[in-house]
């Protein structure tokens, strides 16, 4: 299995997964290095200007990345995703074979994983 990040931006290949919060909202975002590089730069002066909070559930890896902690490695992830993946195709869900996976279908697998449901 190939996992292969695509940048949501304009879907050329990814480099890297970026995390942020705005408004009490998580998002993430899957980016190149030319674009997350763009972003940190348009983010620049409103980090300088906030006040840290703390990390919350969005922590860094020492190197200005960050990553959501249930994203604890990547092999962990891949194989997550691809569980996820085999799970909806028995089921009869369109799954792309690559790619992020839909907000649903991820809700979907952890309801029928879930202790006392039925999968």
Do not use: C
Not at 40 to 61: H, M, N, S, W, Y
Not at 92 to 101: H, I, M, N, Q
Request: no cysteine; hydrophobic share 35%.
């Amino acid at each position: 299995m190939i996992h292969t990040l695509v940048d949501d931006l304009d879907g050329e290949p990814a480099d890297e997964s970026l995390a942020f919060e705005v408004d009490g909202v998580r998002y993430e975002i899957d980016l190149s290095t030319a674009n997350a590089q763009q972003l940190r730069e348009v983010l620049a002066p409103f980090v300088r200007a906030a006040r840290k909070v703390g990390r919350g559930a969005v922590a860094g890896d020492g190197r200005g990345r960050t990553y959501l902690p249930e994203r604890d490695s990547r092999r962990v992830s891949r194989a997550r995703n691809q569980a996820i993946r085999e799970w909806g195709q028995e089921r009869g869900f369109d799954v792309s074979p690559r790619g992020r996976l839909s907000r649903e279908l991820v809700a979907r697998y952890r309801a029928s994983a879930a202790p006392g449901k039925a999968s």
